[in-house]
């Protein structure tokens, strides 16, 4: 730590400088700091989801950017996602309470046959920093477990990552039984991983290929935003 830094005492600034100390706090990591700064908003009366949004997703966002740019790297961002989990573990209990407006739900798991779970879990801090709830089956799901999930959970998102040129085709299995049991259309289907690409996510009827997180969030945006336009436009 800088002598620079010592000398900040986060109590001490204002809500905008206390916002952007956040930002530069989750950038390099700062788990403790983050926890702290939460609990001064929370203090000074903010809503725990505009904590969530400007403070929390605002700060990951640059990070999220900075990763896609390369200028940052997953160890960086794993720190980052860590700090953020910490500030959000203060806030969910308050969000489920004042029931916070949620983007959408992703149910997020490696497939059958890989235990890979480094870009997966990037992918979940990511999304649940964007504002999305998401549920991880962690690694080797087959495609039962993903079909209890969907059905359980309701989400709008199904993600499947794999690192393995060998289990990347389970990801179609998948899909094809989706497709079998007529429940295909009721989900976006997100995938990814080091061994894909656009092309593959195109052969094996997946709705987008996502080449890492920060472009993950995006297109879970972006999907989310489309389904609920077409169905308020069907309503």
């Known amino acids: 730590m800088s002598e620079e830094e010592d000398d900040i005492i986060l109590s001490e600034l204002d809500d905008e400088e206390l916002v952007q100390q956040m930002f530069d706090d989750l950038y390099d990591g700062l788990k403790e700091e983050i926890e702290e700064a939460v609990h001064i908003l929370l203090d000074r009366g903010w809503e725990p989801y ?37 500030g959000m ?8 309470e004042t029931g916070a407006p949620r983007i959408g739900k992703m149910v997020i798991g490696t497939v059958k046959g890989d235990i890979h779970d480094i870009g997966k879990n990037l992918v979940s801090m990511m999304m649940e920093g964007a504002g999305f709830e998401v549920v991880d089956l962690g ?9 209890e999930a969907l059905e359980s959970e309701g989400p709008d998102i199904l993600g499947m990552s794999a690192l393995l040129t060998t289990t990347m085709p ?14 295909r259309d009721d989900y ?9 690409n656009e092309e593959f996510g195109r052969a094996i009827g ?30």
Do not use: W
Request: charged fraction near 20%; aromatic fraction near 6%.
């Open 139 to 147: 690694i080797n799901n087959p495609v039962e477990a993903y079909l």
């Open 206 to 235: 997946a709705d987008a290929y996502c080449r890492d997180a920060a472009v993950a969030v995006e297109t879970a945006k972006e999907f989310v935003l489309r389904k609920h336009n077409q169905m308020a436009a069907g309503a």
């Open 50 to 86: 505009d904590i969530l949004t400007k403070a929390l997703v605002g700060g990951m966002t640059i990070v999220g950017n900075d990763f896609r740019d390369g200028i940052l790297f997953v160890p960086e961002v794993l720190m980052a996602a860590g700090a953020m989990k910490g």
């Open 89 to 96: 573990a203060i806030l969910k209990p308050l969000l489920a």
């Open 188 to 196: 976006i289907v997100l995938v990814g991983g080091a061994p894909l």
């Open 170 to 183: 389970y990801m179609k299995v998948v899909i094809d039984t989706m497709t079998e049991k007529g429940i």
